[in-house]
């Protein structure tokens, strides 16, 4: 992720660069036209991002893992929840590491929102911001719901606060 870091705080925080967020949140965009909502799934089992997720899933029906993402769910035929997926979408690769191995046994693509301390190998689609904090998991998943139901002709009525929750 050093590649995103624009600079470094006095006291050791790494600053993400904004135009390289912005780039990649439109490649992510432009990427996520190439698949159909029922081939989509989204695991955030960060507790910052659950309400985020939630909102991800009313808007776009993207099916949604918060909390609990079983295992195999998608490599495991005999599983009676199994189910196929041609994209994964992860909140943070180190706490969905599950659902990220998970995809890449079946060699398929993962968007990942990845902050400047995450590993990214695996992860094929970027869109680095800081995936600890509530209000960047849903601003980033807003503008990727509003985008991809743009790009769908789907309805969207949903406000950045259904995703943030009230901002400050």
Same mark, same amino acid.
């Given at each position: 992720?050093?590649?995103?870091?624009?600079? &470094? &705080?006095?006291?050791?925080?790494?600053?993400?660069?904004? *135009?390289?967020?912005?780039? #990649? *949140? &439109?490649?992510?965009?432009?990427?996520?036209?190439?698949?159909?909502t029922?081939k989509?799934?989204?695991?955030?089992?960060?507790e910052?991002?659950?309400?985020?997720? #939630?909102?991800?899933?009313k808007? /776009? !029906?993207? &099916?949604?893992?918060t909390?609990?993402?079983?295992? !195999?769910?998608t /490599? +495991?035929?005999?599983?009676? %929840?199994?189910?196929?997926?041609? *994209?994964?979408?992860? !909140?943070?690769?180190?706490?969905?590491?599950?659902?990220? +191995?998970?995809?890449i046994?079946?060699?398929?693509?993962?968007?990942?929102?990845?902050? /400047? +301390?995450n590993? /990214?190998?695996?992860?094929?689609?970027?869109?680095?911001?800081?995936? #600890?904090?509530?209000?960047?998991?849903?601003?980033?998943?807003?503008? *990727?719901?509003?985008?991809?139901c743009?790009?769908?002709?789907?309805?969207?009525?949903?406000?950045?606060? %259904?995703?943030?929750?009230?901002?400050?």
């Amino acid at each position: 992720m050093r590649k995103f870091v624009y600079k &470094r &705080r006095a006291d050791g925080l790494a600053v993400i660069n904004t *135009l390289l967020i912005d780039q #990649k *949140l &439109r490649e992510a965009i432009d990427y996520l036209k190439n698949f159909e909502t029922d081939k989509i799934y989204l695991v955030c089992k960060r507790e910052a991002g659950w309400d985020a997720a #939630k909102s991800f899933e009313k808007a /776009t !029906g993207i &099916r949604t893992f918060t909390k609990k993402y079983s295992p !195999g769910i998608t /490599t +495991n035929l005999s599983l009676s %929840d199994f189910f196929e997926a041609e *994209l994964t979408i992860i !909140g943070d690769p180190w706490m969905d590491k599950n659902a990220l +191995n998970d995809t890449i046994k079946l060699k398929k693509p993962i968007l990942g929102l990845c902050d /400047t +301390n995450n590993y /990214t190998f695996g992860v094929t689609k970027i869109i680095p911001c800081n995936n #600890k904090s509530s209000k960047s998991i849903g601003c980033m998943l807003y503008i *990727l719901a509003r985008e991809f139901c743009k790009i769908k002709g789907k309805p969207f009525s949903m406000k950045l606060e %259904d995703f943030t929750g009230k901002l400050e």
